[in-house]
């Protein structure tokens, strides 16, 4: 299970350093290799039941009670079939789709850096991994929005919907481990039967689940992500942004489903906020022109529509759910694919310029039409059962039936008009495409897999009620955390629902005929964008721009002094404050005695302090202030020597040197010595030297006298040799004892070496301007 | 800085700070020297050069950029401070080899640590030094 994990990780990578060079072999391999990973997963099939769940786990960090597990139930098992059998069939769309593209290898890594994150999120049997997956989805996705990176427009869709999503998976970790804290334990089927009814976090775990499921599912109002998204190239809008990453939020409601059964707040707030973006979603939808964008309303309408009828609750309801969103995903895979073979094709995705394809794309055409009728909800397809499957939940919800029933039929009848725009009017209607006549069919790769998920469709709607019982029916029963039974049929009789699927059908074709009076209807709504939900989002980072050009005009003076002022202060002040409360000052000044004992001689170096110290405060010239301040160093390095420190000793001297000369690399540079502050601003800086001096001396007085109990000391001598295998204390310090602290510092010291080299060439910058 | 006295004296000198400092580094760890010390030893005597001889002079010394010292520098570190890991012991847990060699002493995973300090250390010196220098 592991291995099948690392193996999509693995082809990425292999994608990112062959693909150049043998791209034909590796475009085609990826897809086969992707279908095989699918067939792996499909041997689980019959073996998963509504009782029976798999559980691998792999120890990782078991002190934390964290490992690695990967937990196989009814749920997973239909989402991990859904991931791998669409990436395989997208990706050998994407071979024809990406051919020649530069960068395609990136692409193809990206993709499969995605599914494998996607595949690792479903299978996820502890919040952790759920948490890690869910973010390496929402980067995938933000490199691929930002593949076309040259443009602008790419960037910004990226930035937004990275920031979006990955805001909303904090919330999301928050929500997780609260959820852990409540059950104590990290793991998801523990979670799941643990009773979260009495729990005062409740709330919090609710609100945020919410706020993570429904920025990833681009739910009102955080939906306005998805529609720029589209700016990534067409097979990544059809994997990532309708059939699988947009999901990710509605199986995590789907997850925890059965924790939060029969609580209020989420019944009501799944039914709201799925009901607005259900409408919202659907009457924008018509009004747009770009096809791509047409189906990303549509999107957001479908994913409201699943979550509302996850709210509703009810049995029925959650067949009814987990149904439409196989048949969602079925036709609009295929549909995303469509727009594609459109735009690579003739030239465009503007609905206003295509018209007549059918007799130059015959087999996109076949597809469309295919799609279009699931999308409808035309009977023989899953679509028509997927339609009924919701009407039956909605006349029979607990609450509210009548306005969920108006709702589900008014978003249906504008899917049918949809589903007429795009399959009878992008393929029947009349030519109007600029170079229709240059048109002709897309290759092969390309109109296979739209054609693939369009028979899919009618497929599964045919054979339904093996679908039902197999693959829905153990997912159906892990999302209600019951044994349930699912059945489906395409024949009811003559009932309420079906006359509700005809009357949707009549209504939808009467919507299509009066098209343009709709827009003109709603040409209001363009007077609401400067209230849409987007702009809070544009307004938040203008905000935190502002913020940070704030701060930083009053944090960086750009006088270095004034850094080292607020630096010293400080840690004085932090220092002294932590040293007094915990009263750590030595109750006896430790001994001095070996100090006074010692040669006269050895005072020579507080004589070259004494020097250089005096020197600075009065000359006038840089060159003399710095050979001082090599001679203090050189004064403090000859005192270590005394009290046998050689190792600090020699450090010193040679930092010295090298400092010193470092300025004599810029000396020439620097502009003439000036005293810049009057006097009180000079003693005030030496006040503040003093006392940190005295703060430092009262460290050391006080590390001396705790040295004897703390051992430490003794220990590093002892085991210097034995252990470290070297005589010399301080190095193997460094190199092994506390090795990773060196690791640490050494790291700091690169990151200030490409600073410095950046601030380096921005000055150059600026003097060549 | 440019002198016929200091640009001959450098060029005779510099094999032999790269031979102190080789010799600081392998007496390191019984001796007082070891990675950072050595590396600030050949520090000084390239930063002479610099001002000696002038940049391109000493940056053809070198035949590779100093980022690469840098990199080469950490991936000693970090390739340390792993050995301990696929053993299946904590990260940088220190591993030694039998042999001794003559002149260097005992060869272990801290002696490849200490060789990556060593090496990013002189690299960001001169790193710093080739961005601040202008001829």
């Known amino acids: 299970m592991l291995a099948a994990l690392i193996s999509g990780y693995l082809l990425a990578l292999a994608s990112l350093f062959f693909f150049k060079r043998f791209p034909r072999f590796i475009s085609h391999l990826i897809p086969l290799l992707v279908a095989g990973l699918a067939g792996y997963y499909y041997t689980f099939w019959g073996e998963v039941t509504a009782t029976n769940t798999l559980t691998f786990t792999y120890p990782w960090v078991s002190t934390l009670g964290v490992d690695l597990v990967f937990y196989l139930d009814g749920l997973s098992l239909f989402f991990v079939l859904l991931i791998t059998t669409f990436g395989a069939i997208i990706l050998f769309y994407s071979e024809g789709y990406m051919r020649g593209h530069a960068h395609a290898n990136r692409f193809f890594a990206y993709m499969l850096v995605f599914m494998a994150s996607m595949i690792g999120l479903v299978l996820s049997g502890n919040i952790i991994q759920i948490y890690i997956f869910w973010e390496l989805t929402s980067i995938s996705s933000f490199l691929l929005i930002a593949y076309e990176s040259h443009g602008a427009e790419a960037r910004k869709a990226a930035l937004q919907a990275l920031l979006v999503t990955a805001a909303g998976g904090l919330a999301l970790l928050g929500g997780l481990i609260l959820l852990s804290m409540e059950a104590e334990s990290m793991y998801v089927p523990d979670i799941l039967v643990h009773d979260f009814s009495q729990s005062p976090y409740l709330p919090y775990i609710l609100v945020l689940i919410f706020l993570g499921a429904f920025t990833k599912s681009a739910q009102f109002p955080f939906h306005f992500w998805l529609p720029n998204a589209m700016q990534a190239p067409t097979p990544v809008s059809a994997y990532l942004h309708s059939a699988t990453m947009v999901k990710a939020g509605i199986f995590l409601l789907f997850r ?58 009810t049995e029925a309801a959650i067949k009814a759910a987990l149904a439409y969103l196989l048949v969602h995903a079925l036709y609009k895979g295929s549909m995303f694919m469509i727009a594609g073979n459109t735009d690579h094709e003739a030239g465009t995705k503007d609905i206003r310029k295509l018209g007549g394809l059918a007799k130059k794309m015959p087999l996109t055409a076949a597809a469309a039409v295919l799609a279009g009728l699931s999308m409808a909800g035309v009977p023989p397809l899953l679509g028509f059962i997927g339609k009924e499957k919701l009407y039956e939940a909605s006349l029979h919800a607990p609450v509210a039936e009548f306005t969920l029933t108006a709702a589900y039929f008014l978003s249906s009848v504008l899917y049918v008009s949809i589903a007429l725009i795009i399959a009878y009017g992008v393929f029947f209607g009349k030519r109007k495409a600029e170079n229709y006549d240059q048109t002709h069919e897309a290759h092969f790769s ?105 701060q930083t005009r009053f944090i960086q003076s750009g006088y ?11 840690f004085t002040i932090v220092a002294a404050y932590i040293y007094f409360r915990s009263g750590l000052l030595p109750e006896q000044i430790p001994d001095l005695a070996p100090v006074r004992t010692r040669n006269v001689y050895e005072f020579t170096p507080l004589l070259l302090i004494g020097v250089g110290f005096y020197k600075i405060f009065t000359t006038r010239s840089r060159l003399t202030m710095l050979v001082s301040v090599g001679l203090l160093g050189f004064g403090v390095a000859s005192v270590f020597i005394f009290f046998s420190a050689p190792d600090v000793s020699i450090t010193q001297f040679l930092v010295e040197t090298v400092t010193l000369l470092f300025f004599m690399l810029i000396i020439h540079r620097l502009p003439r010595h000036h005293l810049l502050d009057n006097d009180s601003r000079r003693f005030f800086h030496i006040g503040v030297a003093a006392l940190f001096g005295c703060m430092m001396t009262l460290i050391l007085l006080s590390v001396e006298s705790a040295e004897s109990v703390s051992g430490f000391k003794n220990y590093y001598l002892e085991n210097s040799l034995p252990v470290g295998k070297g005589q010399n204390v301080v190095n193997v310090i460094l190199v092994d004892f506390r090795a990773l602290d060196t690791l640490g510092e050494v790291t700091v010291i690169c990151i200030t070496a490409l600073g410095i080299v950046a601030l380096n060439q921005l000055n150059l910058k600026s003097e060549e301007q | 800085m440019k002198t016929l006295l200091l640009a001959t004296a450098i060029r005779l000198l510099l094999p032999v700070f790269l031979l102190f400092s080789l010799y600081m580094f392998f007496r390191g760890h019984d001796q007082p020297g070891g990675g950072f010390i050595a590396a600030l030893v050949l520090t000084i005597g390239v930063l002479f050069h610099l001002l000696a001889l002038g940049k391109d002079k000493t940056l053809r010394l070198f035949g590779m950029s100093t980022y690469w010292l840098i990199a080469l520098g950490l991936a000693a570190m970090i390739l340390a401070a792993l050995v301990g890991i696929f053993h299946g012991d904590p990260m940088l847990e220190a591993y030694w080899l039998d042999i001794k060699i003559p002149l260097i002493g005992k060869l272990g995973t801290p002696i490849l640590f200490d060789a990556g300090v060593y090496l990013v250390v002189v690299g960001v010196s001169l790193t710093i030094a080739f961005a601040l220098f202008e001829d």
């Open chain 1, 256 to 313: 925890f489903n059965p924790v939060f059964e029969g609580m209020e707040a989420w019944h009501y707030t799944l039914m709201i906020v799925g009901s607005i973006s259900m409408l919202m979603g659907a009457v924008l939808a018509m009004l747009q022109k770009d096809l791509k964008k047409i189906l990303a309303y549509v999107t957001i309408s479908t994913l409201g529509l699943v979550i509302a009828t996850i709210g509703i609750g």
């Open chain 1, 446 to 550: 390309m109109w296979l897999g739209p054609l693939l998920l369009g028979m899919g469709g009618l497929f599964l709607g045919l054979i339904n009620h093996a679908l039902a019982k197999d693959i829905l029916g153990p997912a159906v029963s892990s999302i209600a955390g019951q044994t349930l039974d699912m059945k489906m049929k395409l024949w009811h009789g003559f009932n309420e629902v079906l006359l509700l699927s005809a009357i949707t059908l009549a209504s939808g074709l009467g919507m299509y005929l009066i098209r343009h009076h709709y827009d003109r209807a709603l040409s209001f709504l363009k007077k609401l964008r400067s209230w849409r939900p987007e702009m809070v989002y544009f307004k938040a980072l203008d905000g935190l721009d502002k913020l940070a050009l704030g």
């Open chain 1, 560 to 570: 270095l002094r004034n850094y080292l002022i607020t630096i010293i202060s400080f």
